[in-house]
């Protein structure tokens, strides 16, 4: 999409959340919008085949006939006629005058009943809805929104098919810059996305995974940058590949199925806690996949030892212990390498604390234990330092960890470190990756290239002399003074020994309880 484009985009996004302003908390602005936008989308590309099909037939009027006595003929029937056959079907909603909330409720409900795959989509948003006797969104607002929305056209040749993405990840950022509301667990930064899919190098007929979906962001750009390479490659003919995600909350979850119905791809999206729940499955395994692209919550901390313990599936075997309760990141690092096949590859983003906490230590550390295992068992292929100040919910770096279970002889027992952090430009109010330094970025992971500043590769033997500290700042320094170590690294340090000392203190309480002392 050209910067004009996205542009105008954003502003027709905006000036749509606009018109409800005041309605709800505006990270609810999202819940309404998105389904309009969606259906405005299915109405428009809609007409696009009623217009094939009445270019063939001789009328608009035969064709609206002929897609009710053969809805094959069209890839979703929706059941709204305009009085006019010549006006666009969308008039039907942009025409609502009175009790617009029951009837918009209504015709998303019937174009749903007519059309399986966007049951429990396009029909989860309640228009009418109250709190408390007061409607959530009165029938003004509402028609202020409709024609908001109704303003820009959303057919097959009108913009690009990643619209709902597009429009979520807008809306999130927005929403998080306005209220400071904790957004990032479901907004990945574009850049970030382009990089991992760049570097995981998807091939047709592939199935790629994320366990953390969201809003199906990072799998999408998978598709995108494969698609990109073949066109590239002057290929217009290849297998797809599939996609497949588990997200807990149910809007996003209907959010993530949106955006794949309206790029065409192939997979699916299932709702549930993956950490407990696992929802892909064979003969009671986890299913094995070629790629995982993931952004889970940092440093979930309500995970308890019964949930390691009673664990069915095999993801945390004794030899590498589990995290401790302080974080869930190697945890769900344990998930991604259990639903890896031989020949997979995977791309985590987590917080920078997950590659150094617990080096230096003299004590235990439960995460650093579970690092040495993947250490030892060479899985870990890369590890990229992230810029800070990128995500909407910290000003936190972040790093993304590359997996390889099927690393070259070359690359064997050795880690590639990048340290972008200083590869950004900043922005108002969140810095951003350039176009420019997301292909030396991408350039340097992909080809495994030493750059002074901001590579270097490590072999086993330096690893285990820094206690299995594995975070790019700590082996490249960027400036030309004196390297320090980040502070969120330290303070990240600084509360797993604090954890540690309870944990002890605690055991050592119940061992004088048990003496009688």
Same mark, same amino acid.
């Given at each position: 999409?050209?910067?004009? @484009?996205?542009?105008?985009?954003?502003?027709?996004?905006?000036?749509?959340?606009?018109?409800?302003?005041?309605?709800?908390?505006?990270?609810?602005?999202?819940?309404?919008?998105?389904?309009? &936008?969606?259906?405005?989308?299915?109405?428009?590309?809609?007409?696009?085949?009623?217009?094939?099909?009445?270019?063939?037939?001789?009328?608009?009027? @035969?064709?609206?006939?002929? +897609?009710?006595?053969? *809805?094959?003929? %069209?890839?979703?029937?929706?059941?709204?006629?305009?009085d006019n056959p010549e006006d666009a079907v969308w008039t039907i909603i942009r025409k609502l005058s009175d009790n617009i909330g029951d009837q918009l409720t209504t015709h998303l409900r019937n174009i749903a009943s007519e059309n399986q795959p966007l049951e429990g989509i396009i029909d989860r948003v309640d228009f009418n809805a109250t709190t408390h006797g007061q409607r959530d969104l009165d029938d003004d607002r509402l028609s202020n929104l409709v024609e908001a929305i109704s303003i820009k056209r959303l057919g097959l040749e009108d913009v690009e098919a990643d619209i709902i993405g597009?429009?979520?990840?807008?809306?999130?950022?927005?929403?998080?810059?306005?209220?400071?509301?904790? +957004?990032?667990?479901?907004?990945?930064?574009?850049?970030?996305?382009?990089?991992?899919?760049?570097?995981?190098?998807?091939?047709?007929?592939?199935?790629?995974?994320?366990?953390?979906?969201?809003?199906?962001?990072?799998?999408? *750009?998978?598709?995108?940058?494969? +698609?990109?390479?073949? $066109?590239?490659?002057?290929?217009?003919?290849?297998?797809?590949?599939?996609?497949?995600?588990?997200?807990?909350?149910?809007?996003?979850?209907?959010?993530? !199925?949106?955006?794949?119905?309206?790029?065409?791809?192939?997979?699916?999206?299932?709702?549930?806690?993956?950490? @407990?729940?696992?929802?892909?499955?064979?003969?009671?395994?986890?299913? @094995?996949?070629?790629?995982? %692209?993931?952004?889970?919550?940092?440093?979930?901390?309500?995970?308890?030892?019964?949930?390691?313990?009673?664990?069915?599936?095999?993801?945390?075997?004794?030899?590498?212990?589990?995290?401790?309760?302080?974080?869930?990141?190697?945890?769900?690092?344990?998930?991604?390498?259990?639903?890896? !096949?031989?020949?997979?590859?995977?791309?985590?983003?987590?917080?920078?604390?997950?590659?150094?906490?617990?080096?230096?230590?003299?004590?235990?550390?439960?995460?650093?234990? %579970?690092?040495?295992?993947?250490?030892?068992?060479?899985?870990?292929?890369? %590890?990229?330092?992230?810029?800070?100040?990128?995500?909407?919910?910290?000003?936190?770096?972040?790093?993304?960890?590359?997996?390889?279970?099927?690393?070259?002889?070359?690359?064997?027992?050795?880690?590639?470190?990048?340290?972008?952090?200083?590869?950004?430009?900043?922005?108002?109010?969140?810095?951003?990756?350039?176009?420019?330094?997301?292909?030396? =970025?991408?350039?340097?992971?992909?080809?495994?290239?030493?750059?002074?500043?901001?590579?270097? =590769? &490590?072999?086993?033997?330096? =690893?285990?002399?820094?206690?299995? !500290? &594995? #975070?790019? #700042?700590?082996?490249?320094?960027?400036?030309?003074?004196?390297?320090? $170590?980040?502070?969120?690294?330290?303070?990240?340090?600084?509360?797993?020994?604090?954890?540690?000392?309870?944990?002890?203190?605690?055991?050592?309480?119940?061992?004088?309880?048990?003496?009688?002392?």
């Amino acid at each position: 999409m050209s910067e004009n @484009k996205q542009k105008s985009l954003e502003a027709w996004i905006w000036d749509a959340a606009c018109s409800i302003r005041g309605a709800k908390d505006a990270p609810k602005y999202k819940d309404f919008i998105l389904p309009l &936008i969606f259906t405005k989308r299915l109405c428009d590309v809609y007409d696009d085949e009623l217009n094939r099909i009445a270019g063939e037939v001789g009328s608009r009027e @035969k064709a609206f006939k002929l +897609a009710k006595s053969d *809805k094959k003929l %069209v890839r979703f029937y929706l059941p709204l006629i305009p009085d006019n056959p010549e006006d666009a079907v969308w008039t039907i909603i942009r025409k609502l005058s009175d009790n617009i909330g029951d009837q918009l409720t209504t015709h998303l409900r019937n174009i749903a009943s007519e059309n399986q795959p966007l049951e429990g989509i396009i029909d989860r948003v309640d228009f009418n809805a109250t709190t408390h006797g007061q409607r959530d969104l009165d029938d003004d607002r509402l028609s202020n929104l409709v024609e908001a929305i109704s303003i820009k056209r959303l057919g097959l040749e009108d913009v690009e098919a990643d619209i709902i993405g597009r429009s979520y990840e807008y809306l999130i950022r927005k929403f998080a810059e306005g209220s400071g509301q904790s +957004a990032g667990e479901f907004y990945t930064p574009a850049e970030v996305g382009l990089i991992m899919a760049k570097v995981m190098d998807t091939e047709p007929g592939m199935e790629v995974y994320d366990p953390c979906c969201g809003s199906g962001g990072l799998l999408m *750009k998978c598709q995108e940058s494969m +698609a990109k390479k073949k $066109r590239e490659l002057g290929s217009t003919r290849y297998a797809p590949i599939r996609l497949f995600g588990q997200e807990y909350i149910a809007d996003t979850w209907s959010m993530a !199925n949106m955006n794949m119905i309206i790029h065409d791809m192939e997979g699916e999206i299932e709702i549930g806690d993956t950490f @407990k729940a696992p929802k892909f499955l064979k003969d009671g395994h986890l299913r @094995k996949f070629d790629r995982i %692209v993931t952004n889970p919550m940092w440093n979930q901390d309500w995970f308890t030892d019964q949930d390691y313990d009673s664990d069915q599936y095999d993801r945390f075997p004794s030899g590498a212990g589990f995290p401790g309760k302080s974080s869930a990141d190697w945890g769900w690092i344990q998930h991604v390498y259990t639903s890896m !096949n031989e020949e997979g590859r995977a791309a985590i983003v987590l917080d920078t604390g997950t590659v150094s906490r617990g080096s230096g230590s003299t004590g235990t550390n439960k995460e650093k234990k %579970v690092r040495s295992w993947f250490c030892e068992k060479d899985l870990i292929e890369s %590890v990229l330092y992230l810029p800070e100040n990128l995500f909407y919910n910290t000003p936190a770096a972040g790093v993304v960890i590359f997996m390889n279970k099927a690393k070259s002889e070359e690359r064997q027992n050795k880690v590639l470190l990048v340290n972008a952090s200083q590869m950004f430009e900043k922005g108002d109010p969140k810095n951003f990756i350039t176009d420019e330094c997301i292909e030396e =970025i991408s350039d340097t992971l992909i080809h495994w290239k030493e750059v002074e500043k901001q590579s270097h =590769i &490590i072999d086993l033997s330096e =690893i285990k002399k820094n206690d299995y !500290n &594995i #975070s790019p #700042s700590r082996y490249i320094q960027t400036g030309d003074g004196e390297t320090y $170590r980040p502070i969120e690294e330290i303070v990240a340090e600084l509360d797993s020994v604090e954890i540690q000392a309870k944990d002890t203190d605690q055991t050592l309480r119940e061992i004088l309880k048990k003496m009688g002392l």
